[in-house]
């Protein structure tokens, strides 16, 4: 029970932000809501309210906003040629791009509230500087070796050392080598060597390989102000964002399987460990999937907030719309890939499950 409650609130929470993204925006730019849906059709229970039918739907992987005169998935074509006030069509290029990019940016937004939130409950974690290690992680390098808790590091692969960083920069650049290792435990100066494990990290803009022992270092704490909450919020929004862009550039170039994208029962998994930890790790999950969606939804791909985009930006430069032929050809082409990305991901946590 604990896991589909989890899910609910991860997945609930990052599809109303994106609906309410695309919402907002067509409000604000006067365009007519017809329909408002969290979950895809069926409907389950419906209200009107002025001129929007708001929706729960039975299927629990999206939901959708519909505009009068925007030919989306439904194609439904309908006021497409009407240059009414309160038509898609009959806004400007900024509008239009106002409405689609909607859901991206409450997404982006969800993630660094919910970050920032989180740093502001847990305050500021700082390394002290000293190479003191607070904790070791069983069966590592480090652990194997005899190091514990409270001891200090002196020297590593000849080098002595005074700080954490030094200490860190030297066995991250050596994930495939073994180090002597010197430390005081206890009063009594120990020398042993051991060989870190090979791990990749984010680095700037890539992923590299560094090697690593298992200990981390003492921290000091402190309350986190307003502002550096935000801060530190936007922060791990952007380190997720390249986190996810980086993914997808490696599975474009093969660097990376297709086996390894993961679906709504993927998702499901992942928010039932994070139910274990508490509301804070499900935040957490949420805040990260909606990075994820955020970055997917904005690429130029048919049926996608980014196909949208592109279409409106074509349109722009012709001065002209497409006709709306072509554009029920590349809603067409969009659910194909979209049944196509559906198929993959369901087979891979199938595959998961049974341990394909």
Do not use: C
């Not at 730019?29 to 729960?56: C, H, N, Q």
């Not at 439904?74 to 009407?82: L, Q």
């Not at 039932?272 to 997917?296: F, P, Q, R, T, W």
């Amino acid at each position: 029970m604990m896991t589909v409650i989890a899910v609910l609130i991860v997945i609930g929470g990052v599809v109303l932000a994106h609906e309410l993204g695309h919402f907002t925006f067509a409000k604000l730019t006067g365009m007519r809501v017809e329909a408002f849906s969290i979950g895809f059709p069926p409907k389950l229970i419906s209200k009107k309210i002025g001129e929007t039918d708001y929706r729960i739907s039975a299927i629990p992987l999206g939901g959708y906003v519909k505009v009068a005169g925007v030919i989306d998935e439904s194609m439904d074509t309908t006021n497409v040629d009407s240059n009414e006030p309160w038509t898609y069509m009959a806004k400007n290029t900024w509008q239009k791009m106002l409405f689609i990019t909607g859901g991206v940016i409450f997404n982006i937004l969800l993630a660094i509230l919910i970050f920032s939130g989180l740093t502001m409950k847990a305050g500021i974690y700082e390394p002290d500087g000293r190479p003191v290690v607070e904790s070791v992680i069983p069966g590592l390098p480090a652990d194997s070796l005899g190091i514990k808790a409270s001891d200090t590091i002196l020297a590593v692969g000849g080098t002595e050392i005074d700080s954490w960083n030094t200490m860190t920069e030297l066995i991250h650049d050596h994930p495939h080598d073994s180090l002597l290792v010197k430390w005081q435990s206890a009063g009594t100066v120990r020398e042993k060597k051991l060989l870190p494990v090979a791990n990749k990290v984010l680095k700037g803009s890539k992923f590299v390989e560094v090697g690593l022992i298992g200990i981390s270092p003492a921290m000091t704490h402190r309350s986190a102000r307003f502002f550096e909450a935000i801060g530190s919020g936007a922060e791990n929004t952007w380190y997720w964002l390249k986190i996810t862009v980086i993914s997808l550039k490696m599975l474009v170039t093969g660097e990376e399987s297709l086996k390894n994208i993961g679906g709504p029962i993927f998702i499901a998994k992942l928010a039932g460990e994070s139910a274990k930890s508490g509301l804070g790790s499900i935040l957490g999950l949420m805040a990260i999937i909606s990075v994820n969606l955020a970055l997917i939804n904005i690429l130029p791909v048919p049926a996608f907030d980014g196909g949208h985009l592109l279409v409106i930006i074509i349109e722009a430069i012709k001065r002209r719309p497409l006709s709306v032929n072509a554009k029920i050809r590349i809603q067409q082409i969009g659910l194909v890939l979209i049944v196509l990305l559906t198929v993959l991901v369901l087979f891979n946590d199938i595959s998961r499950v049974f341990k394909w």
